[in-house]
Nanobody
């Protein structure tokens, strides 16, 4: 079984920065694509950023130039650095990962529990 544990959310002023972390644990051989999603009440869940197993990245249009996704494969952690935060960035942010298991060699998609990010004066 694999768990994704998120941290780093909180309250920040407009223009400020936060770094979210998502740590994976369990029977993991490797982690393939990792993603950050976000969802605000009344809105659809949207893809914020993704990073492939080889390090290629993609970003949603609303966060390009402000957010950066990165990964530390040794620590099994994916990060989301968020700069120049705006009020519209307020949402619950979810970590998502495609994980290859150590014993079965199969790949399963997992979700973290979500962490609240609030951007407000």
């Amino acid at each position: 079984q694999v768990q994704l544990v998120e941290s780093g959310g909180g309250l920040v002023q407009p223009g400020g920065s936060l770094r979210l972390s998502c740590a994976a644990s369990g029977s993991i051989l490797s982690i393939e694509t990792m993603r950050w999603y976000r969802q605000a009440p009344g809105n659809q869940r949207e893809l914020v950023a993704r990073i492939s197993g080889t390090g290629s990245t993609n970003y949603g249009d609303s966060v390009k130039g402000r957010f950066a996704i990165s990964r530390d494969d040794a620590k099994k952690i994916v990060y989301l650095q968020m700069d120049s935060l705006k009020s519209e960035d307020t949402a619950v942010y979810y970590c998502n990962a495609d994980v290859r298991h150590s014993r079965s060699w199969t790949t399963t998609n997992y979700w973290g529990q979500g962490t609240q990010v609030t951007v407000s004066s």
